[in-house]
């Protein structure tokens, strides 16, 4: 066994003691909501460093690089999802297949402003994942489990008689594609409908095909939020047209 005393890691400069691990926390938001406005390649260490209310040399000091920062930075935003997703499925005041299951809607739509830039910054971790199996098995690890808390509450509602004729899998399946689209029109559509509507219109469709009588208990709507920032506008300007020759071309 190594006796060898470990070498203490010293706090940055600037940083309080202890402080090290908020102030990676903050990084890691900051280039979360940085993703989601400008995408991955806009995005910039020193516009991150300049968000987070850090220096540039804390963002060296936490992250190897650029590419390790926002490749952690989706990761913690997968890590988020679950535990928000986790969460929900703990909640011992909302224990009915029926409730549970409009909990699980909710969880697939963008609510409030924060879940709007997380499915901007989830687009851009499908991109990503293609090039990435760390990322690609951390993404289709959330599917997973959003599919198959969606079966679970559909073989509920059919083991206590509130549900009926379906097929659970099949269900979840179907209900994963029908938010995605939802989610995707209420992002990028501004023709979409409202979110009042999407969420309504998702419990109605899924109380068809479970066989439930009546609509999905949805909580009341959370506060949404200040808008989500939106990408800075793209600069534009004449081409120049090439300078002619100061002395014409021998011949």
Known sequence: MDTTAPTPRTDPPGTAPGG???????????????????????????EIAGHAGVSTALVHYHFTGRDRLLTDALAYSLARA????????????RDTPAERLADLVDFGLPLTRDDVLECRLWS?????????????????????????????????????????????????????ALL?????RLITDPAAPSLDDARRMAGRQLALAIGYSG????QPLPDPGPPPPQPPPTRTGRRRAPRAP???AAT
């Open 20 to 46: 090290s691990t908020g102030a990676r926390e903050a990084i890691l938001r900051a280039a979360v909501e940085l993703i989601a406005r400008d995408g991955f390649d806009g995005v910039r260490l020193a």
């Open 82 to 93: 679950e535990a928000r997703l986790e969460a929900r499925a703990d909640d011992a005041d």
């Open 124 to 176: 851009e971790l499908e991109i990503r994942s293609t090039r990435s199996a760390p990322l690609a098995d951390a993404l289709a690890e959330l599917r997973r489990g959003i599919l198959n808390r969606l079966a679970a509450v559909v073989v509920d509602g059919l083991d206590r008689g509130d549900f009926r004729d379906c097929d659970p899998h099949e269900t979840a399946t179907v209900a994963m």
């Open 180 to 184: 995605d689209g939802l989610t995707n």
């Open 215 to 218: 609509e999905l208990p949805f």
């Open 246 to 248: 100061s002395h014409p």
